[in-house]
T-cell receptor, first 116, second 113 residues
């Protein structure tokens, strides 16, 4: 079973509008972390935002916010006021457990296209 | 600039050839890892290291070797290249502190013919 599910292979949004990219996860650990990365067409992986399982507030980083619903095991990325430069692949990833585990489990990604 | 440096950026190999993908970071990160990215399959962990002298296998380790003799360097060796190893390879590093993000190299696009 997929541990990270991104159900939207592709999304379109109009410039300046907000868009939500879905991510659901599956873990039995109480301690875990959720990450979102952006991969533009140039190929590099860019860290966007992080949410820890014990964080009570939703994470925010500029125009990015993470809608964390623990009971539903969802960690959706919200991009406000979309820009043309937001067109990219977006990946959700999870790190389970504590201790020395630093392995990331990745979703298959969502391709976002921002239309002018 | 500080960060993760991967070389080469592009490489074409013949089946059976060996090569080493280089990865170096100057952030004193304890944790380093190698991923491969294939269309429709996301990123899959090949090998990782939690510190100098310590390495372990990830999800898809077959056909690859790693070593970590220094904190800075984490090379990935393809022993005998196969067409199934055609992929984009990413090296990443992070602090051991829980919750810190991974920094990625620019990627290596490898084609095995």
């Amino acid at each position: 079973a997929q541990k990270i599910t991104q159900t939207q292979p592709g999304m379109f949004v109009q410039e300046k509008e907000a868009v939500t990219l879905d991510c659901t996860y599956d873990t039995s650990d109480q301690s875990y972390g959720l990450f979102w990365y952006k991969q533009p067409s140039s190929g590099e992986m860019i860290f966007l935002i992080y949410q820890g399982s014990y964080d009570e507030q939703n994470a925010t980083e500029g125009r990015y916010s993470l809608n964390f619903q623990k009971a539903r095991k969802s960690a959706n990325l919200v991009i406000s006021a979309s820009q043309l430069g937001d067109s990219a692949m977006y990946f959700c990833a999870m790190r389970e457990g504590g201790g020395n585990n630093r392995k990331l489990i990745w979703g298959l990604g969502t391709s976002l296209a921002v239309n002018p | 600039n500080a960060g993760v440096t991967q070389t080469p950026k592009f490489q074409v190999l013949k089946t059976g050839q060996s090569m080493t993908l280089q990865c170096a970071q100057d952030m004193n990160h304890e944790y380093m890892s190698w991923y491969r990215q294939d269309p429709g399959m996301g990123l899959r962990l090949i090998h990782y290291s939690v510190g100098a002298g310590i390495t372990d296998q990830g999800e898809v380790p077959n056909g690859y070797n790693v070593s970590r003799s220094t904190t800075e360097d984490f090379p990935l060796r393809l022993l005998s290249a196969a067409p199934s190893q055609t992929s984009v390879y990413f090296c990443a590093s992070s602090y051991s502190t829980w919750g810190t993000e991974a920094f990625f190299g620019q990627g290596t696009r490898l084609t095995v013919v």
